[in-house]
């Protein structure tokens, strides 16, 4: 039996980014029974960080390519639009009617019960549409995540396509689970799940969740911590990933630099400035006016709570 962790010895980029071309490709070799069909949305181009690209064009697969933007369609058909193998579909996936994946399956000539594989990449919703999907059970399910989440938190993103926060591996695990799959492997942004009675047969042994995102963790987790004296400390992923900007733990301090000093024995003029700022809403209000130059609401003497 092979530990899921080692898979991560397969990365290699064709089209993808982050080395799913080369795990998925082995994984397939390990499939009891494939039928070469596979789904991707969305699917931009049909190239660019295209998770089934490779497998259209260099193993002759079926794929079904889902993309509701019309310009980006438009390039997806310069890419694809020649190819018998290639299935171009221009829809809006929504979580019920005739557009869900259920639908849109259906609707697609020769689409097998049990495609090998559906990749779901559309910055936000991939949770709620694969809850929505009931009448198909793919082999294996590769599904974008957000790895700042905490990995022992269950978030699941709001069910509304303008949102694009994503949602937890915690809750895509617990999903999984109750859809008869198991995660087999975690690749920076993304997860690949396997169906559960497949596991054995492709001599798989799963590794926890947290084993799996182990290589990553610092890479992409945001940890704060504060110390005695009230000050807030940041460890590990120090930017906005998607934005590429470096997070300055100077800018989130919640007390002024004048009361960042511990409490315990701190003598009457400090315990009477703490007294101060705490207990009368204007004090902190007009120390933010003199450092910064602007009112700010005075939160913190309403939130304050003795440990």
């Known amino acids: 039996m092979e530990n899921s962790i080692s898979l991560l010895q397969h990365r290699r980029n ?15 070799k390990k499939l009891p029974e494939g039928n070469k069909w596979a789904v991707e949305f969305g699917a931009w181009d049909g190239k660019f960080a295209s998770n ?18 019309k310009e980006k369609f438009k390039d997806l058909e310069r890419n694809h639009g020649g190819r018998p193998n290639a299935h171009l579909v221009n829809a809006f996936i929504s979580f019920e009617g005739e557009n869900t994946l259920d639908g849109i399956f259906s609707r697609v000539p020769g689409f097998p019960q049990d495609p090998d594989l559906v990749s779901m990449d559309i910055d936000g919703c991939e949770y709620h549409l694969w809850e929505a999907l009931k009448r198909y059970t793919p082999k294996m399910i ?13 978030y699941v993103q709001p069910k509304d396509f303008s949102v694009n926060h994503s949602s937890s591996l915690k ?30 047969q492709m001599g798989l042994q799963p590794a926890a969740a947290r084993d799996l995102f182990a290589p990553f963790f610092d890479r992409y987790q945001t940890r704060i911590w504060q110390s005695m004296d009230g000050q807030i400390h940041l460890i590990g992923c120090d930017r906005m990933l998607w934005h590429n900007v470096t997070i300055n733990p100077k800018k989130f301090q919640v007390l002024p630099r004048l009361l960042r000093f511990n409490p315990a024995g701190s ?7 703490r007294f101060f700022y705490y207990k009368v809403p204007l004090v902190p209000n007009i120390y933010n006016f003199l450092i910064s130059g602007r009112f700010r609401t005075p939160t913190v003497a309403a939130e304050r709570r003795e440990p």
């Open 171 to 200: 809750a895509f695990h617990d999903l999984a689970h109750a859809k008869g799959y198991e995660l087999v492997s975690v690749l920076d942004y993304n997860l690949i799940f396997v169906r559960k009675e497949l596991i054995p």
């Open 14 to 28: 064709v089209y993808s980014h982050n080395g799913e071309d080369g795990v998925l490709e082995y994984l397939i």
């Open 267 to 273: 003598g009457w003029l400090r315990s009477t400035l």
């Open 52 to 69: 089934t690209c490779h497998l259209l064009e260099n193993q002759n697969w079926n794929v079904v390519y889902i993309e509701c933007d």
């Open 142 to 154: 590769l599904v974008e995540f957000n790895p700042t989440i905490p990995i022992d938190y269950t």
